[in-house]
């Protein structure tokens, strides 16, 4: 089975700096996708990037960037500039063809510091 | 377009009696996806409905059910609640369901078992 694994529960950072987010997911699977999703205070999530795994450039989203290392297995998220808006619980996620469902990993949750 | 709406927000339930849950995808998306989450456990996949068929199931039991109709609004049933069906639930919708589709999200349920 697909697992995700978020090894930090918690980050910080101060505002207007750069934080990156962890994620790592076990997988036999060679085509498949990864999100990375933000779930606010208010709880509506929304999804921050996605990357294909047949691409090898890493995805890019205005401030959000992704580091993809498919032979890792790893998927981390870099937020430049943070902002307080930026102030969530972060999940990421995968998805394949075999199982054609969504697998979180346990999220962890950004704090940003004025 | 008008996002993904869930009805109701809040719900107070007390062990052994069932629950229904509502929600409407966005106008056009025919796929709807229901998660659970809990701080324990993070997000878990359910099921998913696609054109009135459910496509795929998460690890849940028989006590959780769903449906979809014709307007690809969809419910989501738990029968026989325990106190650890306590969660927020969340429901999903996407065009298709098509791989690596964006997921769009409602603002959940939270239910809380009494």
């Known amino acids: 089975a697909q697992t995700v694994t978020q090894s930090q529960p918690e980050m910080s950072v101060q505002e207007a700096e750069t934080v990156t987010l962890s994620c790592t997911y076990d997988?036999?699977?060679?085509?498949?996708?990864l999100f990375w999703y933000k779930q606010p205070p208010s709880r509506q999530m929304i999804l921050v990037i996605r990357?294909?795994?047949?691409?090898?450039q890493n995805a890019t989203e205005n401030r959000f960037s992704v580091n993809f290392q498919k032979a890792a297995k790893s998927f981390s998220l870099k937020i430049s500039d943070s902002q307080l808006g930026d102030a969530a619980m972060y999940f990421c996620?995968?998805?394949?063809?075999?199982?054609?469902?969504?697998?979180f990993g346990t999220g962890t949750r950004l704090t940003i510091i004025p | 377009k008008a996002g993904v709406t869930q009805t109701p927000r809040y719900l107070i339930k007390t062990r052994g009696q069932q629950v229904t849950l509502s929600c409407s995808p966005i106008s056009g998306h025919r796929s709807v996806s229901w998660y659970q989450q809990t701080p324990g456990q993070g997000l878990q996949f359910l099921f998913e409905?696609?054109?009135?068929?459910?496509?795929n199931k998460g690890n849940f039991p028989g006590r959780f059910s769903g449906r979809q109709f014709s307007n690809s609004r969809s419910e989501m049933n738990v029968s026989t609640l325990e106190l650890g069906d306590s969660a927020l639930y969340l429901c999903a919708s996407n065009p298709t369901g098509g791989p690596g589709e964006t997921q769009y999200f409602g603002p959940g349920t939270r239910l809380l078992v009494l």
């Open positions: 409905y696609f054109s009135e068929t459910q496509r």
């Open positions: 997988t036999s699977e060679s085509d498949y996708y």
């Open positions: 996620a995968y998805f394949n063809f075999g199982n054609e469902k969504l697998t």
């Open positions: 990357q294909e795994a047949y691409k090898q």
